[in-house]
Structure formats: C-alpha cells, structure tokens
C-alpha cells in the first residue's frame, strides 16, 4: 500500500465526522448575520432626522446593488453593465404602483421587487449563454434599451 493510498483511505474514513462539526466559516458568517441585523434593526432608534435616514437606505441598497455585482465577478467571472436595469426597474414599479394603482408603501415596494425579479429573468433568459466580452456587451445594450 502506497503512501497516497493511505492518504486517501484516510481521507475517506474521516469525511463523515468531518460533515457533522459545524464549520468555522458558517458559525462567523451567522454570527456576523446576527450583529448586522441587530445593527439595522437599531438604526431607526438612532437616526432621528429623515434626511440622514433617507441616505442610509439610499447607502444600503446601492450596497447591496455592489455586493451583486462584486458575487458576479468574484464568482463567475462576468462583468455586468446593466445591474442598474433592475434597481431603475423595481423603482419604477414601485412609482408605478403608488402614482396609478394607489397603493400603499409596503404592496408597492413587493410589486417593484416583482418587477425588477420578471425584468431579471427576461434579461437573464437573454444573455445566459453569453461570456466574456458578449455578456458585458449584452447587459450594456439591454438595460440602455430598458
């Protein structure tokens, strides 16, 4: 029996205690879930003034608007230019919504975040098979035609 052999006989016999222990990288990410949402759940106490209340919505959206585009590059390697199709989409809807349909501020923020889900789906159906310089090109023209 070789060295590696031995290695991987190892290696297999330990995987099934392995897959029981919680992972460090899972209990720091909950843990970091949970401060950050104690965090956002104690601004509205903090923030007293409207104005500065207003900037950090606008702050956490177009975080969480960079944290998708930071995911598509890290991961997958893809630059996208049309991100802000959906964020422009979804407040749109939500403009729509309350304007036309008269509605109130919670059914108009779930109908923009329909329409900016049915606006990526269409896009994302266009562009799927796309890579590279195609895929950055694509979402360019599409979410200048939207």
């Known amino acids: ?4 052999t031995t290695a991987e006989v190892t290696a297999i016999e330990a995987a099934p205690e392995d897959r029981r222990r919680p992972r460090r ?8 879930a949970v401060v950050v949402l104690a965090i956002g759940l104690a601004v509205p106490y903090v923030i007293a003034d409207t104005y500065t209340m207003g900037l950090a919505v606008q702050a956490a959206l177009l975080g969480l608007l960079t944290l998708g585009i930071g995911f598509l590059a890290r991961n ?11 964020f422009g989409g979804a407040a749109y809807g939500v403009g729509v919504a309350v304007n036309h349909f008269g509605w109130g501020p919670m059914p108009a923020v779930l109908f923009g975040v329909l329409v900016g889900t049915v ?9 799927v098979r796309a890579s590279g310089m195609g895929f950055l090109m694509l979402t360019l023209a599409l979410s200048q035609a939207l």
């Open 119 to 127: 606006i990526a789906v269409f896009i994302g159906v266009l562009v």
């Open 76 to 86: 997958l390697g893809l630059i996208s230019l049309g991100h802000t199709a959906f």
């Open 25 to 32: 990288g899972l209990v720091l990410g909950l843990a970091a």
């Open 1 to 4: 029996m070789t060295a590696a």
